[in-house]
């Protein structure tokens, strides 16, 4: 029997609170998660792991120590493994990511935002 499809905005619109990733799937050492943004995030790096954000609805700007990038529906960013940088949504937004399985969603810096990194949609 195939696996079920994952309808990813579902998962997405049923997370009850802002970001807090959760995980919609594995393969090999990597989760795939899904989260509701809005506002700024933390200022952070991720020291042993790249990560991907693609965003599914709103606009997110992604802020670097030297320059920002916008994304709009459908686009993808890789942020490489050590690279400090802060998600920022003015206006509400899905994402989904793409990191290695154990990735806390705060990297280095920690705080009240931190997510448990294996929670399941």
């Known amino acids: 029997m195939p696996p079920p499809a994952i309808p990813i905005a579902a998962a997405a619109a049923a ?4 970001w807090s990733p959760r995980i919609v799937a594995a393969l090999n050492d990597q989760h795939v998660k899904v989260a509701r943004i809005h506002g700024e995030f933390v200022w952070h790096a991720h020291a042993e792991t790249d ?3 693609l965003l599914l609805g709103g606009r997110l ?9 916008d994304l709009g529906p459908g686009e993808l960013l890789v942020v490489p493994r050590g690279v400090r ?23 280095d810096a920690g705080g009240e935002l931190t997510a448990r990194a294996d929670a399941w949609a």
């Open 61 to 69: 700007r992604i802020d670097f120590d030297d320059g920002a990038v």
């Open 51 to 53: 990560e991907l954000f």
């Open 15 to 18: 997370l009850p609170e802002l």
């Open 85 to 107: 940088h802060r998600p920022v949504a003015a206006e509400p937004c899905t994402i989904l990511l793409v990191e290695r399985a154990g990735t806390v969603n705060t990297g």
